[in-house]
T-cell receptor, first 110, second 117 residues
Framework: LAKTTQPISMDSYEGQEVNITCSHN???????ITWYQQFPSQGPRFIIQ???TKVTNEVASLFIPADRKSSTLSLPRVSLSDTAVYYC???????????FGAGTRLFVKA | GAVVSQHPSRVICKSGTSVKIECRSL??????MFWYRQFPKQSLMLMAT?????????EQGVEKDKFLINHASLTLSTLTVTSAHPEDSSFYIC?????????????FGSGTQLSVL
């Protein structure tokens, strides 16, 4: 299983763009990169998933370089409600066993 | 999007009693569900993989006789904490996988806060 490494915490201000980078040096060919958001006392919520290059949806963008050994979650114009823990996961589409890393605690200030 | 329902959201019990937590996939069938536990300000720790119609696969260090998992149907998995003790107090979360074409996604329940007195 690919191990992921993320910054433990990040601070930002409302309206700024936030980029959280995740390292996954041992990613395998069949692995997808998925990001989740978790608020206190809630289950994680799916944000975005990708395999390579760039993926964008209504809430975020995901940038994955050609070697796929890292990925960057980009949150445009964050608000106070984006304060949460963000987890980068490498998901094996075959086995599905998902191991969570430590996550990044994002704190958005007014 | 897909919905995974988890009940109860909070339970308080006396030491020595058993507690059952249900995890349901409401709008899709899930052959595989996962159970996690999470302590305050820590990440989720995978406890076991629940497979419909077969025995669960437990992670190293998780007592299978303590945490009984039953996956009786394609939409329901249950976790029973047997003879609960205060050290079992934690936040328990389930997830279910849903295949969507080339992508596979995990959807999570809202979690169950267990407090053992």
């Amino acid at each position: 299983l690919a191990k992921t490494t993320q910054p433990i915490s990040m601070d930002s201000y409302e309206g700024q763009e936030v980029n959280i980078t995740c390292s996954h040096n041992n990613i395998a060919t069949n692995d997808y990169i998925t990001w989740y958001q978790q608020f206190p006392s809630q289950g994680p919520r799916f944000i975005i998933q990708g395999y390579k290059t760039k993926v964008t949806n209504e809430v975020a963008s995901l940038f994955i370089p050609a070697d796929r050994k890292s990925s960057t979650l980009s949150l445009p114009r964050v608000s106070l409600s984006d304060t949460a823990v963000y987890y980068c996961l490498v998901v094996d589409t075959g086995g599905f066993k998902t191991i969570f890393g430590a996550g990044t605690r994002l704190f958005v200030k007014a | 999007g897909a919905v995974v329902s988890q009940h109860p959201s909070r339970v308080i019990c006396k030491s020595g009693t058993s507690v059952k937590i249900e995890c349901r996939s409401l709008d899709f069938q899930a052959t595989t569900m996962f159970w996690y536990r999470q302590f305050p300000k820590q990440s989720l720790m995978l406890m076991a993989t629940s497979n419909e119609g077969s025995k669960a696969t437990y992670e190293q260090g998780v007592e299978k006789d303590k945490f009984l998992i039953n996956h009786a149907s394609l939409t329901l998995s249950t976790l029973t904490v047997t003879s609960a003790h205060p050290e079992d107090s934690s936040f328990y979360i389930c997830s279910a996988n849903r295949g969507e074409g080339a992508y596979e996604k995990l959807f999570f329940g809202s979690g169950t806060q267990l407090s053992v007195l």
